[in-house]
């Protein structure tokens, strides 16, 4: 009889958390448009125009509401573009994913900004941008300049690799 009540207790638990995390949301994508620096080679260089992407796809996912505040969980999956990922640089407010370019790549020298999220315009301020310079791509995660609604800005709450790719969450009020 014991062991009864506690497979139906293990089998709701299991539930609740399944559809928990299937009612949390979908992935919103995000586009970031890479802009080539201006003059890397003069027109007549005997060196090869630099080949960079046009738009990079990040993922973000928001958890679900919560009484005083939002999560918003990212992730990138740029093994196309890089080798693996590891974290350069950190602190309260931002953190830096450093990893190789491909050889396709290793020349670019570019800049990216959020352009489009979840297939619309964006026009707030872009707290995640890429770099590509000397070989390497740079995911930056900031949160300087932003604010939620109650105008404090929002915390870092996840900043890691997983699988070699960069993987965030962060979090602010409403």
Known sequence: MFRNKVFFIALAIA?????????????????LNVYPANNVYPANSPIAQPVCPSEINLTETGRPYYEGGYTIDGMAKLDWLTGKFKIVASDEFSV???????????????????????KEPFQGHSYLRMRFARGKAYLILDMTGMYDANRFTPVIVKKEVKDGNPVWTWAGTD
């Open 96 to 118: 830096t994913w450093a990893a190789n370019l491909q050889r396709k790549y290793q020349n670019c020298q570019a800049t990216a900004g959020i352009a489009m999220a979840d």
């Open 15 to 31: 539930q609740a958390t399944f559809f928990s995390i299937s009612d949390s949301g979908s992935a919103k994508p995000l586009t």
